[in-house]
């Protein structure tokens, strides 16, 4: 199946700094990739959707200006949160989508913001 | 409001034992439905799916049912193993464009 490779798999960072998570397709082209949160015991919150060449969509209540989803190429797409906060703090979840239709997902990235 | 519902936080099953996860929706009309496992702080992997016109699928010791008139699907693992310890997401997709929702998942525990 494809793989989808999401780096890093964990950070910590300070509150007011930004960081930015990175998934890559690593054997086929995703034209489209969907970035997701998940808080402990709760379920994956879809938060954007990404599109290869076009703005991201976002969610409703999710704030563009701060999560800032890049989408150059077949290959890569990033998320890049901006002025975190401790409230930021989460596990992101890049996904892509086979042609079962199955979805392919990154190893995920546990951020802290402190 | 549409919902999707596992309605076991948690469940402990005897090593060997049949495991059987329950995944309920409402006012979705899904075209499949699928079923992922997810290990603590790592991303969901694929494991079954099963359209509307399937009545069960099975893949080795994993069989999932669908039921359109109940709006339910049912998950089960034969001769489990500790192994088979996991969170199990239940998700479907309400429409056309890809955006897949997802239950809040059953934790498993296979008790040795």
């Known amino acids: 199946g494809a793989v989808v490779s999401q780096h890093p798999s964990w950070v910590i960072c300070k509150s007011g700094t930004s960081v930015k998570i990175e998934c890559r397709s690593l054997?086929?082209?995703?034209?489209?990739m969907f970035w997701y949160r998940q808080f402990p015991k709760q379920s994956l919150m879809l938060m954007a959707t990404?599109?290869?060449?076009?703005?991201?969509?976002?969610e409703q209540g999710v704030e563009k200006d701060k999560f800032l989803i890049n989408h150059a190429s077949l290959t890569l797409s990033t998320l890049t949160v901006t002025s975190a906060h401790p409230e930021d703090s989460s596990f992101y979840i890049c996904?892509?989508?086979?042609?079962?239709?199955?979805?392919?997902f990154g190893q995920g990235t546990r951020l802290t913001v402190v | 409001s549409q919902k999707i519902e596992q309605n076991s936080e948690a469940l402990n099953i005897q090593e060997g034992k049949t495991a059987t996860l329950t995944c309920n929706y409402t006012?979705?009309?899904?075209?499949?439905l699928q079923w992922y496992r997810q290990d603590p702080g790592r991303g969901p992997v694929f494991l079954l799916l099963?359209?509307?016109?399937?009545k069960e699928k099975r893949k080795e010791r994993l069989k999932v049912t669908f039921d359109t008139t109940l709006k339910q699907s049912l998950f089960h693992i034969t001769a489990s193993q500790p192994a088979d310890s996991a969170t199990y997401l239940c998700?479907?997709?309400?429409?056309?464009?890809?955006?897949?929702?997802f239950g809040k998942g059953t934790r498993l525990h296979i008790l040795p």
């Open positions: 996904r892509t989508t086979g042609e079962n239709p199955e979805a392919f």
């Open positions: 054997d086929f082209q995703a034209t489209t």
């Open positions: 990404s599109n290869e060449g076009s703005k991201a969509t976002y």
């Open positions: 006012n979705y009309s899904p075209a499949y």
């Open positions: 099963i359209r509307e016109n399937e």
């Open positions: 998700a479907l997709a309400p429409s056309e464009d890809d955006k897949i929702i």
